[in-house]
């Protein structure tokens, strides 16, 4: 008997610790079960606030996307005007005299250069030359002879006698008595045609005091200096550049482009080191031998021609329409003049891109191929200021 109320004892014992956890867990799940649905209500909500969000977000892109459309299409419109203002002022200027600013001077090519004996060369020695352009005084299209790319020019020296280089690769190039006489020639008929031992590349050379400077390509680039007297190679160097790339980027035959001033004969390079801008080197006209380099800030995008002056390189580069170019950037080798302080050139071209910018300092003039159409540019110079 006492066993078995025992037995009873414990099991109801058993009985209520059962019943005690059944309902903790009910009481759990009854928890865990309104966690569950708080959570459902808040994902709806925030999901709700998300789809609203992006609502919001797709009207504000179509807002932003049709307000650039009418700002491009805006741009459009003005550019499409200026573009026809331009065309508009180029048929004027083709109607009527040029503003005095930029005359086309009929007797440009008459005027009389002095002789060295006339004019001692020491007057253009680097260390007394102190020119700086200051604006283009006068133009004139000589003609049309050749092909689209080539370069003309003087002997920077003491020569009247005008050279022509006549494409990008060749081995003759043409000797005329004056500009006159190119003038009157039919296409290159007049020249004296001089046969060069090599031919050249690119429209890089210059012609200083009757030696010929030009570059040829092989496996590498090389300087020729060919007297034209004797008609004989006096001198021959590799170009002390290595990796090199077109100098100018609307130009991209041209990889030397050489210039004799004051003594002193420039080029103007561009490597894979430095392939954004464009360096100048500095070398004696007599050995070839390069003295001093530098690296301009002037880039190679969008350049199409460049030449030195007194130690201070002039970039040109070709703006939107075809009618103008311009010099963009300026470098100084003795520091006298940066781009903010040069002037705003504007060179009144008609036809397509100066392959070629040729200072003569004897003339202050710039020969340049336009297109096949050889022009000159009457500069007006002034002199650097000293620091």
Known sequence: MGTLLLITATLCLAGAQHQGLIDYLEQRLVAIEGRISLWHEQSNRYATELREFKQQMNGLTENLEKGHEALRSDAET???????????????ETQNP???????????????????????KAEYKLSDCRDMISRIKAMKIVKKAG????????????????????????????????????????GLSRGRPIHLPFPWSGMGHTIYNGYAYYVTEGAVFQLIKYDLQNGSVVDSAVFSADDQVPVYGLSPETYIDLSADGGVLWA?????????????????PDTL?????????????????GFVICGTVYVVYNTKLASRSRVQCVFDVDGLVTSDE???????????????LKYSPLEKMIYAWDDGYQILYKMVMKKKLEV
């Open 147 to 186: 092909g689209l790319k080539g370069v003309w020019f003087k002997d920077t020296s003491v020569s009247g006698k005008v050279y022509v280089f006549n494409g990008t690769s060749k081995d003759v190039l043409y000797e005329f008595g004056s500009a006159r006489d190119l003038a009157a020639s039919v």
């Open 342 to 356: 040069a002037p705003l050139i504007y060179f009144p071209k008609r036809y397509s891109t100066h392959s070629s």
């Open 98 to 120: 040029a503003p005095p600013c930029v005359d086309m001077d009929k007797n440009l090519m008459e005027q009389e250069i002095m002789t060295a004996k006339e004019k001692p």
């Open 289 to 305: 031998e390069v003295e001093q380099m530098w690296d301009t800030p002037c880039p190679r995008e969008n350049a199409e021609a």
């Open 268 to 284: 103007l390079f561009a490597t894979r080191d430095t392939e954004r801008t464009i360096s100048l080197a500095k070398m004696d």
């Open 78 to 92: 003005v550019g499409t005007r200026v573009e026809r203002l331009e065309r508009e002022l180029d048929y004027m």
